[in-house]
């Protein structure tokens, strides 16, 4: 019996880490080159949440009825609706902060995410907003009591996270712009010296963020049914304990950091108490950040002068 | 020719803007998975933006403008009001002003004077931990909450009265924040700003599931307010003298507020005198060298984890003192007035006012908390108004709007 809930649960958390994992890879790679939390990152998945489903009513008007037809054209537009508004916000509110103090764009971040915020609000109502569940089905193993439930939409975000961060690992390991943005997390100065273009770079890196972000966006929406403006904040903060624990800057670390966080936390909330799991995963990251900063898969950072 | 130019680029960027503000502006989602089109606003929101952009970009193409464009971002930070010694007359009168004002006021007056002042004791607070030691504290929200519920809770269990509350409650939200800032403060800065996130989102999950002593969502009493045995409600509620039967007059509410507002201002008045001190003592200069360049201060023997910390834990003991106020005021606290909002509000004060400078931090203050009770139509644009200024801000003038003149050295130029 126990052993049924465990696995359940263990199914429930990789689901949950994946999407952790996608949301987390914005997070490495914007630490990784600039050294900086994004913190309106969050904010924009909460408005890739939106995007999908306004797109995805305006496409069910239109009349299409195939479920793989609206899934990947709603992935499509929303995807690339939100990598503009990240080339938007790092054009805006990063770039010219380039050389500024050090606080200085992370507060501008908050402002971006405070904007966003209420930008959600103030267009589509503070009031919960729903998606119809248009992929139904369930795969049981077990019996009738004892079983392990993991439905057709948990198979899919498994799927598509799993797709997505195959393809995000190629570009990153085997294209030149890959090879750019790895030489400018390395040292950006002396990459600009060797004449990559480090802004481009930059901005490029904030559009893949973004439009991960936005499939993880569509996926939790797909999972749970309903989502408001105010996902984005708790959301943020576990994708970043994920990007901490897998270390930051690395992204397999961030996949992995995402399913170890959905797993021990989908098993905290199973078997100890589900009121308190956002506490155990932000628990998770002060432990993290005492013991191990460079995370599980990261190198220990150097301070330069 | 800069006329063809300027046009391209507005109508590059409105493309852009309509293209951004198509799908959330003009198709509002509507109940049971569908929605209504209103296409005439992104519309109208992108023309607006091209309009601007091509005033903008046209008028720039002058050279006149182009000019004082450059005096506006390259001038130096020189200070624009100094206040010197000789000046100090202007305190002494802005000092009666704020202790004659409550008695000018009607209680709604009151209550926003009264909530104007604890929003300066908090941007005071958070002004040290941000302003000065350059620390981002994401989560201040929680030392308020702890400082608020220290006060209700302490007065429940313990019997704790006012006066007690505001030392224990400094105690405890100092302790809260040597807690969370020793393990942290030892990282990467942008850390702590996470962690602290975190660390409000717990306090606030907290007090929000642990029923059996908060309250819950439903929130706790605050106890009575008591002054030396005085009550300030009609009929004794805590054992006292309800202080207008022993003065022998007429009943008002505006008793207690008097008395809150006086002695809030009188401590915020005392925070502005300490910080100006600990400015030119070694620990305050401690923190802005802190602040401007880690490694050098290192090299020089300073011992960052420590410096620090005292910030924080000073930042936080200040945010304390400021819950244990805001729930005498409100008499019944919750959780929901600790959400991440607040945090961001108390940022926003100390942003705008310019990180490090207390007459900045003040007035900002002031006029946030004043703002939305003028212009009540406008709340609901209240935080894009917020955001935008951050961003503003921090891109135009990253050092602040007023910039007070340094402390300098005995001897030094």
Redesign the interface.
């Known amino acids: 019996m126990t052993a049924y809930i465990l696995a359940q649960q263990l199914v429930n958390g990789v689901v949950l880490g994946a999407i952790y994992g996608l949301i987390a890879v914005g997070y490495t790679m914007v630490y990784g080159i600039m050294g900086m939390i994004n913190f309106a990152h969050s904010e924009i998945y909460m408005l890739s949440a939106y995007l999908s489903t306004i797109v995805l009513a305006v496409l069910v008007y239109w009349g299409i009825q195939s479920p793989l037809v609206l899934i990947l054209l709603t992935l499509g537009v929303a995807m690339s609706m939100t990598a503009l508004y990240g080339w938007v916000i790092e054009r805006l509110a990063y770039r010219p902060l380039r050389d500024a103090p050090r606080l200085a764009p992370l507060i501008s971040a908050i402002g971006i995410s405070l904007i966003l915020q209420s930008y959600a609000v103030l267009t589509q109502g503070a009031k919960t907003k729903g998606i119809p569940t248009f992929i139904e089905g369930v795969t049981r193993f077990g019996d009738a009591v004892n079983n392990v439930q993991i439905s057709n939409i948990q198979v899919l975000i498994l799927i598509i996270a799993l797709c997505s961060m195959v393809a995000l690992n190629f570009i990153i390991q085997h294209t030149a712009f890959g090879q750019a943005c790895r030489a400018t997390q390395q040292d950006r100065g002396m990459a600009e010296i060797l004449g990559i273009n480090t802004d481009k770079v930059i901005s490029l890196v904030f559009v893949i963020g973004s439009a991960m972000a936005a499939v993880a966006g569509l996926l939790v929406t797909m999972n749970y049914g309903s989502f408001d403006f105010n996902i984005g904040f708790v959301m943020g903060v576990k994708a970043f304990t994920a990007a901490v624990l897998g270390g930051i800057g690395s992204l397999t670390g961030a996949m992995l950091g995402g399913i170890i966080l959905g797993v021990s936390e989908s098993l905290f909330a199973g078997l100890v108490n589900s009121d308190y799991k956002d506490v155990f995963a932000f628990s998770l990251l002060v432990i993290f950040l005492i013991f191990r900063p460079s995370g599980l898969l990261g190198k220990p950072e150097v301070e330069k002068v | 020719m800069h006329l063809k130019h300027a046009l391209k680029d507005a109508l590059l960027v409105g493309v852009?803007a309509l293209?951004?503000f198509l799908?959330?502006?003009g198709?509002?989602?509507a109940e049971n998975?569908?929605?209504n089109a209103r296409l005439h606003v992104p519309f109208l929101l992108a023309g607006m933006v091209m309009l601007g952009r091509f005033i903008f970009s046209y008028a720039l193409h002058t050279y006149h403008s182009r000019q004082w464009v450059k005096r506006l971002i390259h001038r130096e930070d020189r200070p624009r009001f100094i206040l010197r010694p000789q000046r100090h007359w202007i305190l002494l009168i802005l000092f009666i002003f704020g202790l004659v004002l409550p008695f000018t006021l009607s209680n709604y007056g009151l209550n926003t004077a009264i909530l104007a002042l604890i929003y300066v004791l908090l941007g005071l607070g958070l002004n040290i931990v941000?302003g000065l030691a350059?620390l981002?504290d994401?989560g201040f929200v929680a030392f308020y909450a702890v400082g608020a519920y220290t006060f209700a809770l302490g007065g429940q269990y313990f019997g704790l009265g006012f006066w007690g509350a505001i030392p224990v409650a400094a105690a405890i939200a100092a302790l809260c924040g040597v807690l969370l800032g020793f393990?942290?403060l030892r990282?990467?800065?942008?850390?702590l700003?996470?962690?602290t996130?975190?660390?409000g989102?717990?306090i606030r999950?907290?007090l929000t599931?642990w029923i059996e002593v908060t309250g819950g969502p439903n929130g706790v009493q605050v106890p009575t307010l008591q002054v030396f045995g005085f009550e300030f409600t009609r009929i004794a509620k805590a054992g006292g003298v309800p202080i207008h039967e022993y003065l022998g007059v007429a009943y008002s509410t505006a008793y207690r507020y008097w008395f809150l507002y006086l002695v809030l201002f009188l401590v915020v008045c005392a925070m502005i005198f300490v910080l100006n001190r600990l400015r030119s003592l070694p620990i305050g200069r401690a923190w802005e060298a802190l602040r401007e360049d880690e490694?050098a201060c290192r090299s020089l023997g300073i011992n960052p984890v420590t410096v620090k910390l005292s910030a924080f834990s000073m930042g936080a003991m200040v945010g304390g003192v400021a819950g244990v106020f805001f729930a005498a005021q409100q008499g019944f606290i919750n959780p929901t007035s600790f959400t991440?909002f607040e945090s961001?509000l108390i940022?926003a004060i100390v942003?705008l006012g310019g990180?490090g400078s207390t007459l900045g931090v003040v007035l900002a203050a002031i006029v946030l908390t004043l703002l939305p009770e003028v212009l009540r139509e406008f709340s609901?644009?209240r935080?894009?108004l917020?955001?935008?200024?951050?961003?503003l801000?921090?891109?135009w003038r990253?050092?602040g709007f007023i910039s007070l003149q340094r402390r300098q050295f005995e001897g030094a130029a």
């Open positions: 852009l293209l951004l799908p959330m502006t198709i509002a989602l998975y569908s929605f941000v350059g981002l994401l393990p942290v990282l990467h800065g942008d850390y700003a996470i962690v996130l975190g660390f989102e717990i999950l907290i599931n490694i991440f961001a940022l942003v990180m609901q644009y935080i894009v917020f955001g935008g200024l951050m961003v801000m921090m891109v990253p050092r």
